[in-house]
T-cell receptor
Framework: AQKVTQAQTEISVVEKEDVTLDCVYE???????LFWYKQPPSGELVFLIR??????QNEISGRYSWNFQKSTSSFNFTITASQVVDSAVYFC?????????????FGKGTKLTVNP | DAGITQSPRHKVTETGTPVTLRCHQT?????MYWYRQDPGHGLRLIHY???????DKGEVSDGYSVSRSKTEDFLLTLESATSSQTSVYFC?????????????FGPGTRLTVT
């Protein structure tokens, strides 16, 4: 079964600390995609990154970086030098094939609070 | 920002009444989705559409129906609302099948069933 586990329900850090959000997935597909979304307190969902299963290269975008490891079925997200504006719920998601179509399954999210 | 609007943004209704939520996009994307978000559950797919008049069920489709008569509009109907359908509903769109392109989300509709 396809599944995404975000074991950290809530994380609280002080501004400027580095923080890593964990994402572990399960899938039988050989081709799949992984995503991260951010949901700030205002409620909208913001797309952060998409990664396909054949590309294990880590990615960095400013203070954000992602570490994809197929060997451990993980796609972790690190925020360097966190800021108060990073406070949000972060969702990891996995695409999978079912009945000839592709769908997205989300983890339950990690709530990150960055304190000044 | 992707051009996705949802209406209404907030609604309070009584148990047993029908409710229709509308999602409208200006991106001409083929794929549209309805999710619900509940505490402790993340987002769960209700229904999705892969073209005009082409729809399919997601993991939590019981009690919901959808219609798509135009590319830009995707309607979600709760045929007889129940308190368990109190939730925040998000519409999403994607240019290609999920995975090969990202999904962009609307602002959400907060529905309360009393």
């Amino acid at each position: 079964a396809q599944k995404v586990t975000q074991a950290q329900t809530e994380i609280s850090v002080v501004e400027k600390e580095d923080v890593t959000l964990d994402c572990v997935y399960e899938t039988r597909d050989t081709t799949y995609y992984l995503f991260w979304y951010k949901q700030p307190p205002s409620g909208e969902l913001v797309f952060l990154i998409r990664r396909n299963s054949f590309d294990e290269q880590n990615e960095i975008s400013g203070r954000y970086s992602w570490n994809f490891q197929k060997s451990t079925s993980s796609f972790n997200f690190t925020i360097t030098a966190s800021q108060v504006v990073d406070s949000a719920v972060y969702f990891c998601a996995l695409s999978f094939s079912q009945g000839g179509s592709e769908k997205l399954v989300f983890g339950k999210g990690t709530k990150l609070t960055v304190n000044p | 920002d992707a051009g996705i609007t949802q209406s209404p943004r907030h609604k309070v209704t009584e148990t047993g009444t029908p409710v229709t939520l509308r999602c409208h996009q200006t991106e001409n994307h083929r794929y549209m989705y309805w999710y619900r978000q509940d505490p402790g559950h993340g987002l769960r797919l209700i229904h999705y559409s892969y073209g005009v008049k082409d729809t399919d069920k997601g993991e939590v489709s019981d009690g919901y129906s959808v219609s798509r008569s135009k590319t830009e509009d995707f309607l979600l109907t709760l045929e007889s609302a129940t308190s368990s359908q109190t939730s925040v509903y998000f519409c999403a769109i994607s240019e290609s099948i999920v995975g090969r392109s990202e999904q962009y989300f609307g602002p959400g509709t907060r529905l309360t069933v009393t």
